[in-house]
């Protein structure tokens, strides 16, 4: 106990603050985070393999019973990280700003859910190039600040990373399990 407790007090006093942070609110340590960071770096590209030759038909094919088709789930990435994407922003400008939430059933079937999925494959080309680089320049002490979800209370920074890194691979596996079952 004693090593325990002379190791503790050597470390610096921020340090030890942002520690006991970290514990409090299980906050993600740096080498996490990078590797979140990462992962939702390679959503753009894996959803590109995953797409990649299907027919409008396979296209408009649900990924389930009644689920969502797989040109729904791409342009619901589309929307989802866009979102994702400004409330990141928002929580980094503004002190604890509350999430405008929206009803993503509703959204993959607004009119042009129907679109090529290419503009919302470009679309997260670009978002995840800039939200990725944008998220490994914060600094560590950024990443407790908080937001107020509407449904889910006051989370942080750490949180949306922990939720965003992997939606999109979750996503992509529902297309290329439907692949694999169907033998595309
Ligand atoms: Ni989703």
New binding site residues.
Partial sequence: MKSHYYFWFSIAPLKRANLLLEIVRKMLTKEQRTAKIAQLASCPPALRKAVSGLSDEQLDTPYREGGWTCRQVVH??AD?HANAYLRFRWTVAEDHPTIKTYD?DVWAKLPDSALPIDCSLTLLDGLHERWSTFLSMLPDDTWSRTAEHPEHGELTLDDFLEIYSS?GA??TRQITDLRESKGW
Avoid: G, K
């Fill in positions: 619901h990435l989802s993503q939606h979750n996503h």
